[in-house]
């Protein structure tokens, strides 16, 4: 019966490739769409209209660096992967469902931080806690595909390395900046774009670079 | 003359890389889009209004699954097809159809939930209408591919014998479910929630993975 | 001398993989972008506004068809290809052009039907410039391939020759209507789409199916 | 220590494919969605609102021209990379934030033509501005390519060739259309317009293949 534990398994791994262009799709539309969401309201004269949208720019920005983000650690956990079988095909729906509604918590925090402080305070709480739900539903598929040894043994892959010593950081520090936004949503807003930046820059590889190229020069 | 059944059949296969990459597209857009019909709208406090959307929130995630099992299915048919013939990309074209006009349905449920009965009654039936329309299809689809011998002989992919398992029932299912919503349209949308989910979930691997481990312990 | 034609082009030709799925990408998100212009308007009882809204259905069928026939031609063409050259990239993005403007006029027809001749005269001619453009391009491009021989040498594709036969009288079928459409802009309509179903038919291996079949019993 | 400069390069190769393929999407994608911002607004006849909204088709086509020059330029670039490192994945990310954002100044320029010099002055400044930056992005990703050896040595890409002679000159041209657009914003529209072709016509081929043609015959 030890077997059976193991047998269905490879029976049951398929081809990654369509997992990876459907949720190449959905990501890619997912972080296009945010444009969409983009729009001056009079009145004023053209620059203050255009200025005064800033809020709008700020959320684009910082939701294309997140799903971005997202992209790359997906991609990168994929890259390492002998396979898919059933369940990590549901488990990487529920976290494109994540990803696909991150467009409309953006759109709130563009129209609320033209309002008041109790939009801003509900819009950013919606927004850290789906952010939130992406980076846990991320967790869940690397920590399912290394259970069930989905993955091929392959040292150092910068990106997985940077994204493994990142993680369980970000979800603690995403936690907290829902708490912050209650009290002070746009400084939440400031942590989430920080965060965005911190898990897009691969700093251990930048260093790496930089630091390498002056000892050898 | 029985030759002529086959020859012009096997000239006929095509690779199916082109046919997925496009089904995958379509069905990536289709379950993003969904997003864009996301709205709150006033009077309230912000609070109020957020909750007050739920109806879209539901019809959200319910169409949202139910795409997601069609990718799914769909995944797991043409991954065992040895190519497809020039009916078979038609069949698939009506498919996609039938899923590409779901937002339009979804946005309808979205808005009849917060109107009156007669209004959530007409959107509900839509709804399930077009949901059995790509259930239909999708069985088509399946059976052209066994009569025209496309699929290649490879045993117990267990997806497709969950939605082979799980094919008939539902398609009942949905039926009764239309009817249930002329009387009792918000009981129907609990029931396609509900047939959603049982379509994802692939119990039989649940089971087996929790039954197997148990035993194995 | 006569080596310089032939060199530069084998030196030129580029994998067509990415031009495939950049083409895909473009018609699967205009063909499923459609869906975002269905809408029904008030007043009336559900069902009186779920019903007048048929124009918009229609529209969103023949351009669904018509986008979805493109795509049949298109794939059935570039499956032929050894690869492109930089000349066929820019001649490919032309006839996207043509395609991803679409949805501009089926949302111009949809509402000119609601509305009054002088305005379906209007729609119906856009759309049928629009059309006949998208047919032209695709002419090209298929002649371009065979003038610089970018085609393998593969017999009998029943697409591309169904598509080949069905070339010339499309496109003055489709002149025709236009002429039509200036008339008479719901038969122009009714037009577009035969058109489109009989673009998409594959009518002679429909038929070798039914009669071989026959035949054989 | 001098090694050390290269093999971490090589162990952080990955492939290539993904990154294409989510490039594909996200330039596919904002391609397509130029179209919902094409509208025609009351009040005039059918022809005179058709005609009236010439400014939101020229800013169409010269952003489909401009994103699909940049996507065959992508397209030439990645073609003969070996693979990517993590840099290259970040940098790439940024290229195609600027890509994704220019449906919204390209809705800023077809609605200010609209109005008046003021606004097409604001709006000009901000379409040649995002554009400059996605030529200055892909002049990062090309010179970062070269530096860190992840081309492959192969001659005469015709495309690349092309590429790399326009680049230095199409830089300084959008930078002194965007002065020009501060003082005669319809006239930098037309030099977006002509960069755009130029940068989408391979004069070079074309001529050579006339010429060449000629010489034969």
Do not use: C
Not at 75 to 91: A, K, N, P, W
Not at 151 to 180: H, N
């Amino acid at each position: 019966m030890a077997n059976a534990d193991e047998t269905p398994q490879t029976a049951a791994l398929m081809g990654k490739g369509r997992m990876e262009a459907f949720s190449d799709g959905v990501l890619a539309i997912a972080i296009t769409l945010l444009v969409l969401d983009l729009a001056i309201r009079p009145p004023g004269s053209p620059t203050d209209e255009f200025f005064r949208a800033w809020p709008s720019y700020v959320a684009y920005v910082v939701s294309f660096l997140t799903i971005g983000g997202a992209w790359i650690a997906h991609h990168s956990l994929t890259d390492r992967l002998e396979g898919v079988d059933s369940i990590f095909l549901r488990l990487n729906l529920l976290f494109l469902l994540a990803i696909a509604f991150l467009p409309f918590p953006t759109r709130l925090v563009a129209e609320a931080l033209e309002r008041n402080t109790d939009w801003e305070r509900l819009a950013v709480t919606v927004y850290g806690i789906t952010i939130l739900a992406t980076r846990l539903m991320f967790a869940v598929l690397v920590s399912y595909s290394r259970h069930q040894h989905l993955r091929q043994e392959r040292a150092d892959d910068p990106d997985l390395e940077e994204a493994r010593r990142k993680s369980g950081v970000t979800l603690v520090a995403y936690a907290l900046t829902i708490v912050v936004g209650l009290l002070l949503p746009i400084v939440a807003i400031v942590f989430y774009f920080a965060l965005a930046v911190f898990l897009v820059v691969p700093f251990k590889t930048v260093a790496r670079e930089l630091f390498g190229r002056r000892r050898a020069a």
